[in-house]
């Protein structure tokens, strides 16, 4: 294993602990505030704009909030796609049809997270998307991406990369989460945007 990779885990676990501390401070109040300014942020992105197929995620927790803006989306007639995490944790995709698609499926002692209830579309489904919408704890001034750990999006990159596809990559932050740096591992792939209740930042 590269060199960067073994001194960047340790580091990126602190940094994922701390990130997460701050999140779990926040108020209801604070979330649906911080969820309204977001999907006004996004929807004035041209990326979104011009997008026929979006893939996105639904917000858990303290995360960032993403149904304001997966609604819009949908009533603007773009096509949304919802993860399905899998149990090798790639992902499956679904199509959003609205907020009574969804559905709330526990994966073993990790927390609840809601999916779309309707047919399985296959991990290849993404490869449609003109923009993909990234989970993520902070994104740093390179554009790179500090997840949680899991590994899925990297999966998600992966096979976009391998296919030759070039969607869009944003991720959806609070304004505290972009760092002057994160980390980095040989496999990271830098996203084009960070979109926060503030404002959008480019990196390409």
Request: hydrophobic content about 45%; aromatic content about 4%.
């Amino acid at each position: 294993m590269n060199h960067v990779g073994r001194e960047a885990e340790p580091d990126k676990r602190m940094l994922r602990q701390g990130f997460l501390a701050v999140r779990s401070r926040l108020t209801a109040g604070d979330l649906r505030e911080t969820a309204e300014a977001l999907a006004v942020r996004a929807l004035e992105l041209p990326e979104l704009a011009r997008a026929r197929t979006v893939a996105a995620y639904v917000s858990v927790g303290s995360e960032p909030g993403t149904l304001a803006l997966l609604d819009a989306l949908h009533a603007r007639g773009v096509r949304v796609l919802l993860p399905v995490l899998m149990a090798d944790d790639d992902l499956d995709w679904g199509a959003y049809a609205g907020g009574g698609s969804l559905t709330r499926v526990q994966h073993g002692g990790r927390m609840a997270l809601l999916e779309p209830a309707g047919e399985r579309l296959g991990p290849g489904a993404v490869l449609a998307a003109d923009t993909v919408l990234l989970p993520g704890l902070a994104v740093d001034r390179h554009g790179l991406r500090l997840g949680r750990g899991g590994g899925s999006y990297d999966r998600v990159l992966a096979r976009l990369e391998r296919a030759g596809s070039d969607p869009a990559l944003v991720v959806l932050l609070y304004d505290t989460e972009v760092v002057d740096d994160v980390p980095r591992e040989p496999h990271d792939r830098p996203v084009h945007a960070v979109v926060t209740p503030s404002g959008v930042r480019r990196f390409r």
